[in-house]
């Protein structure tokens, strides 16, 4: 029989242990982020250091940690006497993306003690949609500064809501502030753009009349198209590069003869950007391709072929043959590639002629043509094709027809050149560039 002291010992033992367990209980419901929370409220105090470094370490301790009870204090760091506190601060503030940074931030742009400007900048951009209206009421702001850096930032928002005032920032009377708004507009894509682009090609400024051809070039408007093809004549080169890949992009039939006779630019990045250009014009651009076979240039007739090969239409087939004869050697070599990629039988008999007539390059341009068909007796010829034009696309080709004389002859080119192959599965081995 249990005592009356045992059993008031037991009693009080029990509220003690519930007590324990209760406790235990609150210690471990404290939240996740409670310890973050605790270096976050140290670091907000670190701000206020007089010591310099010990305020950059804390700033970019802040800007590690993006907790939001640090946006105040970080609005405070902005003014910071110390510039990399600054620098810290503005970080910090567009990682956390917190729209009660974003007028600071504005405010930053127009502090000529605030050094870095283009860190305001991205990250107003990293806060965004809140950032817009603010940013489009800075664009009005008599500082030229200040409207160059708020328009910067439509460089990574693009905002559509943005189009009409930095239409309207084409005409601001600082250089920089028209250039950075063309190339914003660009940047946004909004067809809204395209008629003050174009008239911003007759801008004073060079830089003015570049961006605005680009930021037309990126848009891709129909509208455009005659503006476009006005550029594949520009004497600058990287302006008739963007052209040709906007009129690429847009497709539109008007195109197709100015890309023709940009197949003879005397810059080869032009000619080879417009080749497969035409090639995804599709039905459009074959009788013009056709046309552009008996062109007087090479270089013409050459990317004509190729284009046709990738159009694939039995139209050119005729044509295409006919081009076997041409007397250069890499119109010849294209024109037998086109005739291997179109699955036409006319093709068949002027391609095996080719062999027959120890035609290199054609044999070349036709190598799958031959594996396909398993031609016997042909290997000696395309080996001779590869180690004259050292196409790694062709020996890999050959490691893998399941032919022994050509296998052994791309392994043996591989050495010669510099190339090593790889096993990436059993029995089936991958080609690695040179290292």
């Known amino acids: 029989m249990i005592s009356l002291e045992s059993h008031r010992y037991w009693q009080t033992t029990g509220q003690f242990a519930v007590w324990i367990i209760l406790c235990s209980c609150v210690l471990g ?29 804390a700033a970019q301790e802040l800007s590690r940690l993006k907790d ?8 405070a760091a902005l003014k910071d006497k110390d510039s990399t506190v600054q620098l810290y601060a503005a970080m910090a503030l567009g990682g956390i993306k917190d729209p009660r940074a974003v007028e600071p931030l504005i405010a930053a742009l127009k502090d000529t003690e605030f050094f870095f400007k283009d860190i305001a900048v991205q990250a107003l951009g990293e806060i965004g949609a809140p950032a817009v209206e603010p940013l489009i009421a800075a664009l009005k702001s008599p500082e030229s500064n200040v409207r160059d850096e708020a328009v910067k930032v439509f460089f990574g928002i693009q905002d559509p809501r943005a189009v009409e005032p930095l239409i309207a920032a084409l005409k601001d009377t600082d250089n920089r502030v028209r250039r950075d708004a063309a190339y914003a507009l660009g940047a946004i ?11 911003a090609l007759k801008d004073t400024d060079d830089q003015v009349r570049h961006n605005a051809k680009v930021g037309l070039a990126e848009i891709k408007d129909p509208r455009s198209v005659e503006s476009l093809i006005a550029f594949l004549n520009d004497p600058d080169a990287s302006i008739r590069h963007v052209a040709v890949q906007a009129l690429d992009g847009v497709k539109d039939p008007r195109a197709i003869k100015p890309l023709i006779a940009a197949l003879k630019d005397s810059d080869r990045l032009v000619q080879e950007m417009a080749g497969p250009a035409l090639g995804r014009f599709g039905a459009a651009a074959v009788d013009p391709l056709i046309g552009a076979l008996k062109n007087s240039n090479d270089g013409v007739r050459e990317w004509a072929a190729y284009a046709l090969g990738r ?3 039995p139209r050119a087939v005729e044509p295409l043959i006919a081009a076997l004869k041409d007397p250069g050697s890499d119109v010849r070599m294209q024109a037998a590639y086109a005739l291997s990629c179109i699955k036409d039988p006319r093709r068949v008999g002027p391609l095996m002629a080719v062999w027959k007539e120890h035609d290199t390059a054609a044999i070349a341009g036709a190598y799958l043509f031959f594996l396909e068909r398993g031609v016997p007796g042909v290997e000696d010829v395309l ?3 590869l180690n004259q034009y050292n196409y790694p696309a062709m020996a890999n080709n050959f490691l893998h027809c399941n032919n022994t004389k050509l296998a052994q002859a791309a392994f043996a080119w591989a050495r010669k050149n510099g190339y090593r192959i790889e096993t990436t599965s059993p029995g089936a081995p991958g080609w690695v560039g040179p290292r």
């Open 311 to 313: 159009i694939k239409d």
């Open 189 to 199: 894509k909004d067809s809204r753009a395209v008629e003050p682009l174009i008239a």
């Open 29 to 57: 419901l404290v939240p996740a982020g409670y310890g973050q929370t605790d270096d976050v409220s140290r670091l907000i105090g670190k701000l206020e250091d007089p010591n310099a470094d010990v305020r950059q370490h």
């Open 68 to 75: 939001p009870h640090a946006v105040e204090p970080l609005i």
């Open 383 to 385: 080996i001779e094709a």
